[in-house]
């Protein structure tokens, strides 16, 4: 489960990156979409670390 979690800390390297293109590229539409998909990144960030979390309970139960 250990891939799990890489990929959760990669949703936060992609905010950073289109957090930082937004920055750069503001006042154009592109700096909107990429604001967006930042926004997108961090959220999938926590809802997987919660997933996660649900996930390894669960196993631990059993």
Not at 47 to 60: E, I, M, V
Request: hydrophobic share 50%; net charge positive.
């Amino acid at each position: 489960m250990k891939v799990f979690k890489i990929f959760q800390y990669a949703y936060l390297v992609f905010a950073v990156l289109f957090l930082y293109d937004a920055i750069i590229q503001w006042g154009e539409t592109r700096a909107y979409t990429s604001l967006l998909l930042g926004t997108l990144a961090v959220f999938m960030f926590f809802f997987r670390k919660k997933f996660n979390k649900k996930f390894d309970n669960q196993d631990s139960k059993k």
